[in-house]
């Protein structure tokens, strides 16, 4: 019989699409141009001749626009999260976002109607993501994390935690071992199931995790 496990969730771009959104409105505020396989939310960065007041009226106009609590929801994410928490594994969402959008972000799943099959809804409270992401997996005890962004992935599987990277143009590169690259939530399932059969099994090694 296959373990249950304790599963960290992303929120954007694992269950919402929201880089690609935020890229655009970028665009329409600023007027440059990021190529999606260069995507960043610290789009900030590459940009320091914008000043500080600019940037406040840009963030100002995504939250007037209500942008994170209205992100399109992947129909088979919802459906994967439901099947996960069916099999009876512990689902924890661990978010990028800030603690100040806690609510934006219950109300984005509420909608989805899967807020309540998460234990709890984490959130940052300024610290950089990948220092972030795996202090929540150590202190969650997560036993995987699924994941879009490939930096917080390679920081989050140094834990050692077994990483699952949903690809998207923006993390493409090489991964580590116990970095698996995922192309649907099918594989998604599988993957899982497989990594519950072993952590389950008497000689198993729980903390192995195949590239893809």
């Known amino acids: 019989m296959a373990s249950t496990l ?27 141009e990021v190529k999606i396989e260069e ?24 939250e007037a626009t209500d942008f994170l609590a209205t992100r ?25 976002r800030l603690a100040m959008h806690r609510q934006h972000t219950r109300r984005l799943l509420q909608g989805a109607g899967i807020v309540a099959l998460f234990e709890e809804l984490v959130h940052r409270n300024g610290e950089a993501a990948a220092a972030y992401k795996p202090r929540i997996v150590r202190e969650k005890r997560l036993q995987l994390l699924i994941e879009d962004e490939l930096h917080v992935a390679l920081a989050a599987a140094r834990v050692p935690v077994p990483v699952f990277l949903v690809d998207r143009p923006w993390n493409q590169g090489d ?14 399932l599988r993957e899982v199931q497989a990594f519950a059969a ?3 099994a008497p000689d198993g090694d729980p903390t192995e995790c195949v590239r893809g």
């Open 72 to 96: 399109p929801v992947y129909p088979d994410a919802v459906a994967g999260i439901r099947s996960l928490a069916a099999r009876g594994h512990r689902l924890v969402v661990v978010t990028g």
């Open 198 to 200: 072993r952590a389950a």
């Open 6 to 32: 304790r599963i960290g969730v992303d929120v954007d771009d694992v269950l919402v699409e929201s880089l690609p959104g935020y890229l655009d409105a970028f665009r329409r505020y600023f007027g440059h």
């Open 39 to 62: 995507a960043m939310w610290e789009i900030s960065h590459r940009y320091p001749d914008i000043p500080a007041a600019a940037w406040s009226g840009f963030y100002a106009e995504l």
């Open 175 to 188: 991964l580590p071992q116990n970095v698996t690259r995922i192309g649907s939530w099918d594989q998604l």
